[in-house]
C-alpha cells in the first residue's frame, strides 16, 4: 500500500489548503521552531535531532496561517490571472505546512505517541477547514476558473496545461461550485469526516495492541521456529510478562503464527481476537464510526451530483465508473470462490485422514495449507525461511534488482537524525555517481507504529521548489531476538519488494510541479509500479543472488527453489477470494445513496454483502473485516481497495511485456524509468500505459497468474 500512498496524498492535498487563524503560541514559536524552517541537512532530511513534539501543533498552525497568507495574496493580486500568478502560485504555496506535515503523519503512523494523537485529533478538524478556506474561496476559483475557460489561447505546454485541468478539477470536486447552505454542509461534512477517521485510526492501533496473544505454556507453541519463538518471549519481556511469550497481531485478519502453530486452541484463540478487532462494544469499537462514514461521504456525494461515493471516487480514477470496477471484481470472484471451495475441500480430506474430527474452520487453513504444499509441492515454509535473511533480502535482491534494472545504488549513512533506532538511511546513488536524494527504512514491528506496509516520503521531487527525493519504507517484520537472524517469509520478501516499487515511483520522479510528483497518479494506477516490482523477487539472477542461507551462506538449492517457484499459484483461491471479499465490501459500502439509512448492523451488512458476491465462505474471511478496514476508513482508498487488482491487471501484461522484449535488462528498465516512474501524475495513466508497452492491458495474463484461466 502506499499507499503507501496515503501519506504522499495526505500532503498533496495539504499544498492546496488554507485555514482561518493561528494561535498567538504558534506566532511565538515561529522563530524558533526547526519545521517552520528549510532543514540544512542534505536535501532537507528532517532535523530529528531538534524537533520534539511540543513543535508540531504551533508548526502547523502557523504553517495554515502563512498558507492563508499566501492565498489571500493571490485572490486580492489587482493583476488579470495567469497561470503564473494564479497556478503556480498556488504550486508554491503551503510550503512550511507541508514540511511539518510530512514530519508529522509519517510519525503518527510510524512512531506515535499518545501525545501525538492527541494532537492530530486535535488538528484534524482544523486541518478540514483549513482545506475548505481554499477549495471553497470564491475569489481564488473565479481566478482558476477564468484561466480554465481561456485555457485555449493560453499557448499552455502540455503538462502546464494538465495542471490547470488538475486545478479546476480538483476545486470542482471539493464543492466550488456550491452555494449558500450547501457550501456550508460540505464544510461541516468534511469537518465530521476528519474527525472520525482520525478516531478511527486511532482505535484500530490501540485496538491491535490491546488484543496481542499472550500465552504463559511453552507447549502451546510447538510448531512454531526458534527465532519466532525468542521474539515472542522478548516482545513479552519489553511489556513486563517475563517467562511469558506474546504474539502481536498484524492489521489482516490472517496472522502469520496460524501457519505453524500445532496448538488449534491457540490458533483459534488468535484468529478469533483478530476477527473480534474494534467490534467487541469496548471503547476502540468503529462500528458506528464506520457506519456514519459511510452515510456522510453519501451526502458529500449527493451535494457534489454523483449518485453514491463510489461514483463520486471513480470518476477521477482510471475505473472511471463502479460499474466497470465491479465488472472486473465480478468477472474473478466465481472462479475465485470454486478455487477457494475445491481448496477447502482438499484441506477437509486431509483432516479427515489424520483423524482429525472436527471441520476445517478459518484458524485451521493456513495451518493444513501449509501441509498440502509440503504434500503436493514438497515445500516446507520452516526449509525456505533460513535462506530469506532480510539483510540479504534487502541488499542481495531489493538494491541488486534495483541496480540491475536503472543502475542505482545505495549507500547506508549514519550521519543523519533519525526518529527511532530502527531507522536506516541511505544515500540513492543515480547512474552518473551523483547522489539524487534519501531512503529511510524502517523495518521492525512496534506497538507504536500502524501495522502493513507503506511507502511515504518527506520530501517530494520538483523542480519548481528544487526539491530531490526524501523517500520512506515501512515494514512491521517481526523483531528478532537479540543476536539472532530476521527471518522472512516468502509473503514478507514479496511485501518488501513491493513497498520499494513504490519508493522507486518516488525517487525517480521528474517531474516539474508538486502536483505530479512521484506516486501523485490515480490510485487504481500508483499500485501498478510495484506490482511489477515483486516479479524480480522471483527471476532466478535475483533469487539466487539474495536466497542464501543466513548461516552458511550457501545458496538455497535449485530443487527447493523449483518448488517455490511452482507453488506461486498455490493457494490462490483463497488469497483472491480474501482480497475480493474486502474489495467488494469497500464498494458495497460506498454504493449506499444518501437516501439510505443508517447501517445499524454491521455484521449484518457483511454477510448480506458477501453473500451477493457468493463469497460468504466461513473458511475465508475477507482480509479486512470493515471494523478494521484501515485502507477504507482511515488512509484514503475508500471505494478504491479495487485499485489492487486493477493494477494487477496492468502489472500481469507489463510483466508480459518485459519477458517479451528480453526480460531484466537496463534497457527495460530505462524504458520503465522513462514512460512510467518518472512521468509521476503529469500524463493521463492510460497513455503512461500505452507508452510503456504499446498496447492496452491485457486481462488474461492476471487469470494465468492467479490460476483463473
Known amino acids: 500500500m502506499n499507499p503507501k500512498q496515503a501519506l504522499p496524498v495526505l500532503v498533496t492535498a495539504l499544498l492546496l489548503a488554507a485555514c482561518e487563524g493561528s494561535t498567538p503560541d504558534a506566532m511565538e514559536t515561529t522563530l524558533v521552531n526547526p519545521l517552520l524552517e528549510p ?11 531538534r524537533i520534539t ?31 503564473e500568478n494564479t497556478i503556480v502560485a498556488l504550486e508554491r504555496s503551503g510550503q512550511d505546512l507541508a514540511r511539518a506535515s510530512s514530519v508529522f503523519y509519517n510519525l503518527t503512523g510510524s512512531a506515535t505517541t499518545d501525545s501525538l494523537q492527541a494532537i492530530k485529533a486535535d488538528l484534524a478538524p482544523k486541518l478540514a477547514a483549513h482545506r475548505d478556506a481554499i477549495n471553497l474561496n470564491d475569489g481564488l476559483f473565479a481566478r482558476i476558473k477564468d484561466l480554465y475557460g481561456r485555457r485555449d489561447q493560453l499557448g499552455l505546454d502540455p503538462v502546464d496545461a494538465r495542471l490547470l485541468e488538475k486545478y479546476h478539477t480538483r476545486f470542482v470536486r471539493a464543492g466550488a461550485l456550491l452555494e449558500g447552505a450547501h457550501k456550508e454542509r460540505m464544510m461541516a461534512l468534511n469537518a465530521e469526516e476528519a474527525e472520525l477517521t482520525t478516531r478511527f485510526a486511532d482505535h484500530i492501533l490501540k485496538e491491535r495492541a490491546d488484543l496481542a496473544i499472550l500465552v504463559d505454556d511453552a507447549a502451546q507453541l510447538e510448531g512454531l521456529g526458534s527465532a519466532a519463538i525468542d521474539a515472542a518471549a522478548a516482545a513479552a519481556t519489553a511489556k513486563g510478562h517475563d517467562g511469558k511469550w506474546l504474539i502481536d497481531l498484524r492489521n489482516t485478519t490472517t496472522q502469520p503464527a496460524l501457519a505453524e502453530l500445532k496448538d488449534r486452541a491457540l490458533r483459534e484463540r488468535i484468529m478469533r481476537a483478530s476477527l473480534s478487532r474494534n467490534s467487541r462494544g469496548n471503547a476502540y469499537d468503529t462500528r458506528a464510526t464506520l457506519a456514519r462514514l ?17 461514483h463520486y471516487v471513480m470518476d ?59 504434500a503436493e509441492y514438497d515445500l516446507d515454509e520452516a526449509a525456505v525461511k533460513p535462506y530469506l535473511e532480510f539483510e540479504s533480502v534487502l541488499q542481495n535482491g531489493v ?13 547506508e549513512r549514519t550521519d543523519l537524525p533519525v526518529y527511532h533506532p530502527d531507522v536506516r538511511v541511505f544515500d540513492i546513488i543515480d547512474t552518473t555517481g551523483e547522489v539524487i536524494g534519501l531512503f529511510y527504512g524502517d523495518y521492525y514491528a512496534r506497538d507504536n507504529k500502524n501495522g502493513g506496509a507503506w511507502m511515504s516520503s518527506f520530501v517530494d521531487q520538483n523542480t519548481l521548489l528544487g526539491q530531490q527525493p526524501v523517500i520512506t519504507q515501512v515494514c512491521n517484520f517481526v523483531r528478532p531476538a537479540e543476536g539472532q537472524p530476521c527471518l522472512l517469509s516468502w509473503d514478507d520478501v ?16 521528474a517531474q516539474k510541479y508538486p502536483t505530479f510528483s512521484g506516486t501523485a497518479t490515480s490510485t487504481d494506477f500508483v499500485e501498478f509500479p510495484s506490482q511489477v516490482n515483486e516479479n524480480w ?18 545458496a538455497m538449492p535449485a530443487e527447493l527453489a523449483e518448488k517455490l517457484r511452482k507453488a506461486s499459484r498455490f493457494n490462490q483461491g483463497y488469497a483472491t477470494t480474501e482480497y475480493l471479499a474486502a474489495a467488494l465490501l469497500d464498494l458495497e ?50 471505494a478504491n481497495y479495487y485499485a489492487y487488482i486493477w493494477s494487477e491487471v496492468m502489472d500481469a501484461d507489463a510483466f508480459a511485456w518485459f519477458n517479451e522484449h528480453g526480460g531484466m535488462t537496463r534497457a527495460n528498465g530505462d524504458h520503465f524509468r522513462a514512460t512510467v516512474l518518472s512521468q509521476g501524475g503529469s500524463r493521463p495513466e492510460e497513455e503512461l500505459y500505452r507508452d510503456l508497452t504499446g498496447r492496452d492491458p491485457r486481462v488474461e495474463p492476471l487469470l494465468m497468474k492467479r490460476g483463473l484461466e
Open 39 to 49: 532543514s540544512d541537512l542534505p536535501f532537507g532530511a528532517p532535523r530529528f535531532d
Open 53 to 83: 513534539e511540543a513543535d508540531f501543533r504551533p508548526a502547523m498552525e502557523e504553517g495554515m496561517r502563512r498558507q492563508l497568507a499566501e492565498v489571500e495574496a493571490i485572490v486580492a493580486d489587482p493583476a488579470a490571472p495567469t497561470f
Open 294 to 310: 459511510a452515510q456522510l461521504r453519501a451526502e458529500k456525494a449527493k451535494l457534489l451530483g454523483f449518485p453514491t461515493w463510489a
Open 316 to 374: 477521477d480514477q482510471m475505473a472511471k465508473s463502479p460499474d466497470r470496477a465491479m465488472e472486473l471484481l465480478g468477472r474473478l470472484a466465481p472462479a475465485a470462490a470454486a478455487n477457494a471451495r475445491k481448496e477447502a475441500a482438499r484441506l477437509q480430506e486431509l483432516v479427515d485422514q489424520q483423524e482429525g474430527g472436527f471441520t476445517v474452520e478459518a484458524w485451521d487453513w493456513d495451518f493444513y495449507a501449509e501441509q498440502v504444499r509440503k
Open 399 to 411: 538494491f541488486f534488482a534495483t541496480t540491475k534494472l536503472f543502475g542505482l545504488t545505495f549507500q
Open 494 to 509: 514479496t511485501t518488501l519488494f513491493h513497498e520499494f516499487g513504490h519508493a522507486l515511483h518516488g525517487m525517480l520522479s
Open 537 to 554: 523477487a522471483l527471476v532466478p539472477e535475483v533469487f539466487g543472488n539474495f536466497a542464501r542461507h543466513h548461516a552458511t551462506g550457501e
Open 589 to 638: 459500502w460506498h454504493s449506499r445513496t444518501a437516501d439510505d439509512p443508517l447501517v445499524e448492523d454491521v455484521e449484518a451488512f457483511e454477510r448480506a454483502a458477501l453473500a451477493k458476491y457468493g463469497l460468504d465462505l466461513p473458511q475465508v474471511p475477507p482480509r479486512y473485516r470493515s471494523c478494521y478496514f484501515s485502507h477504507i476508513w482511515g488512509t484514503g482508498y475508500a
